[in-house]
Nanobody, 124 residues
Framework: QVQVVESGGKLVQTGDSLRLSCIIT????????TGWFRQAPGKEREFLGRITWSRENTYIADAVKGRFTISRDTAKNTMYLQMDDLKPEDTAVYYC?????????????????WGQGTQVTVSS
């Protein structure tokens, strides 16, 4: 089994920066990519970006490109989401997810393991 745990969410002000962490442990053999998603109240889960495990290729969704970046520390089994210039519309629960299989994906249904989420609130 694979365990996914996010951390780092908190209340911040507009324009602040925040880094979220995602620790992935357990039977990680076969994990090919991990991604970040968010879900605001009343909205669908939104893909933010992903990083592949073999070559550490990253992809950031257009909606947050230029403000959000993804990185990974393989020694710590940890993925990060660096968020800069935060806006009130970034307020959401942020989720980390891991997937097996060879195809890259921005569809949450294609991810196999999910964390419980961490709340980010951006005040105006």
């Amino acid at each position: 089994q694979v365990q996914v745990v996010e951390s780092g969410g908190k209340l911040v002000q507009t324009g602040d920066s925040l880094r979220l962490s995602c620790i992935i442990t357990g039977s990680t053999a076969g994990i090919t990519a991990t991604g970040w998603f968010r879900q605001a109240p009343g909205k669908e889960r939104e893909f933010l970006g992903r990083i592949t495990w073999s070559r550490e290729n990253t992809y950031i969704a257009d909606a947050v490109k230029g403000r959000f970046t993804i990185s990974r520390d393989t020694a710590k089994n940890t993925m990060y989401l660096q968020m800069d210039d935060l806006k009130p519309e970034d307020t959401a629960v942020y989720y980390c997810a891991a997937k097996r299989g060879i195809s890259a994906s921005d569809n949450p249904n294609n991810y196999d393991y999910w964390g419980q989420g961490t709340q980010v609130t951006v005040s105006s």
